[in-house]
């Protein structure tokens, strides 16, 4: 049984390695790596000629700080180790579930349906279970610990995006696993679904003044989510607000949105924010040399 692990592991290593070195090497239309980057400069072509905070320079403050955690969460963390603790997570638990001869728990095969109803699905699911996520990494002082690395972000660009400790990779994909393998879905969509978040993403943290209109109440948007990212909190909202992903409508349902005025220009960060660390080690490294947890 053990080496049956052990040799999960090293599959794991070898075979995203190769991943790897395909994506860079060998450009195709469902390929991460290149989709990233055209995402990426489109978004930062469109702060460079059309920037909301004028006085922002285009090298903002933690801009190659953020490029490189876009290139670590991306990608290297999967090749350092995450990839193979998640395919020895998911045999685990089949291996669990077969004690009590079950061989999968999908209760949905979504492959019959047509395409667009299987990406709704899937996106509208994801996007409610990352809401939720979302909320409890500010609600749960623990989980805070991690999402502060995300919110020490003091000039927003599109980058800031993926500023964010790789335990929020762990806690989101953990908590996603049951609910999403209970529904059957292709790689194909999957990689849709994956990108179409990304460049929303993007556009949230980016320096762009849009709000979509009437349709700011469905998408996130970068007016939106800037004042989730504000300095100081509202009274009444003491742990934060706007935690949509990519849809605003569950902050609309739940009553945690909050768009009071323009937010061109409010401060951004958190209390205490001025001793957070400013390097890459240090901010993954920071959660778990705190001894005490303070929210």
Do not use: C
Not at 262 to 286: C, M, V, W
């Amino acid at each position: 049984m053990l080496n049956k692990y052990l040799h999960i592991i090293e599959n794991s290593f070898t075979g995203y390695f190769n991943y790897l070195i395909t994506e860079i090497t060998t450009p195709s239309w469902i390929n991460y790596f290149y989709w990233l980057i055209a995402l990426s400069l489109l978004v930062w072509l469109l702060e460079i000629f059309i920037p909301w905070r004028k006085n922002q320079p285009i090298f903002r403050k933690g801009f190659w700080l953020d490029s490189f955690y876009i290139i670590f969460n991306f990608f290297l963390f999967s090749l350092i180790g995450y990839n193979a603790i998640s395919n020895v997570g998911v045999e685990l638990f089949n291996d669990f579930l077969a004690l009590f001869g079950i061989k999968n728990i999908v209760a949905l095969e979504v492959q019959t349906f047509p395409v667009w109803a299987q990406l709704l699905i899937m996106f509208v699911i994801a996007d409610f279970i990352q809401w939720n996520v979302h909320r409890q990494l500010h609600k749960r002082a623990w989980l805070w610990k991690f999402h502060q690395v995300h919110h020490s972000v003091k000039q927003m660009g599109f980058a800031a995006q993926f500023r964010f400790h790789f335990m929020e990779t762990i806690v989101y994909k953990s908590v996603q696993y049951i609910p999403l393998a209970m529904i059957g879905f292709g790689i194909e969509q999957f990689f849709i679904i994956h990108m179409f978040a990304v460049f929303i993403g993007h556009l949230n943290h980016a320096n762009v003044g849009w709000g979509y209109g009437w349709l700011g109440y469905i998408f996130n948007n970068p007016k939106m989510h800037i004042w989730h990212h504000v300095k100081d909190l509202p009274e009444e909202h003491p742990y934060g607000m706007n935690y949509g992903l990519s849809l605003s409508i569950w902050d609309y349902l739940f009553k945690t949105a909050y768009v009071p005025t323009n937010g061109q220009n409010i401060e951004l960060g958190f209390a205490g924010d001025e001793s957070f660390p400013e390097n890459f080690t240090e901010q993954l490294t920071y959660p778990f040399q705190t001894k005490k947890i303070k929210k």
